[in-house]
C-alpha cells in the first residue's frame, strides 16, 4: 500500500509541474463541492451503490449586473460490475456576455489496497462550447468603435480531458485531480482580439470523519481543499462540518484571501438531497455585491437494491 501512495505522490507533483505554465481563466470555484465530488475528481464517480443526480447554480456577487453565473448538471452511477463507476458533468458559466458549457463525461475504477483502503483512479473527456458575442459591447469611456470588437468569437467544440485519484476509507479520504489538461486557446478573431486561454486548475482536497456518540448522532467532519492555478494566488478552503442524526450537514468554511462560507444541506430522505451555500467575501468588492449564493438539489434512485449500503459521509 504504502508503495502504491508513494506512487501516486509522484505522479501528482510530476503532473504540477507540467502544469505550471502561465493563463488567467480559473474553473468556476464552487463552495458545495463537499457534497458531490464528482465536479472537480472524476474518480469520484459511482463510489456510492446508487445511482445520483445533482443540479447547482451559483450566483456570484449578487447585485452586480452580469456578474458570474454557474450552473450545472451532475450524473454519476455505479455499473453491474462493482469497481467501475461513470458520470457525466453539464456545467454552464456565464460572465457578462462571456458564454462557456462544458460537457464532460467521467469513467472510474476502483482497486483495493488492503481490507478497509480503496483507490479509485478516473479519467474526464469531453468539450467546451465557448461564446463571447463582442458585437453587444458598449465600448468605455467613449465608446469609439473599436475594430477588435467588429466580429463575435464562437467556438463550438474544445475538446479537453482530466484525470483524479481518489483514496478513501470508510473515516478518511484524500483526492488528486486535473479535471482539464488541455489549454485550449479561446482563438482570436481576425481582428485581433483575444482572451485568456483556459488553464489547468489542479484540486488536491481531503477529509476525516469523526463521529461523538456510538449512535453517529453528531459526526464532525474537518475538510480541506487546494487549488492551484499558474498565474493566480494558490487558493486554499478549510472547513469544520456537523452531520447531526444523518440528516442535516451544516458547514463553516475559510477561503483564503477570498471569503468566508456557510453551507448546509438536508437529506429529507434517503433519496432527495436540498443544499444551500453562502460566501460572504471581505476582498475590496465588498461594499459594491450583496453576496455569493449557491442552491443545490439532489436524488439518488437504488437501481441496483445492493444490501451493503454504507452511511454518505462524503
Known sequence: MGIVIKRIVVLGVFVLLISLHCGAQQEPILTSYMYNGQVINPAYAGIWEKIGFTTLVRKQWAGINRSPLTESFSFHSPLKNEAVGVGLNVMNDRFGLENRLSVLADYAYEVYLSRRTRLRMGVKFGFVNYKNPLTEYE??????????????????????????????????????SVPKLIENDLKENFHNYSTSAEVRTIYLNGGYVLPFDPFNYVVFKPTMLVRATWGTPLQADVAANFMIREKLWLGVMWRSNAALCFTGNWMFSNNIRVGFAMDVTYTDIYPYQNGTFEFTIGYDIDFFGRTYLRSRYF
Open 139 to 176: 465600448l468605455y469611456p467613449d465608446n469609439q468603435y473599436d475594430h477588435a470588437f467588429s466580429e463575435d468569437v464562437d467556438l463550438k467544440f474544445l475538446p479537453n480531458f482530466g484525470i483524479g485519484f481518489f483514496l478513501y476509507q470508510e473515516h478518511f479520504y484524500a483526492g488528486f
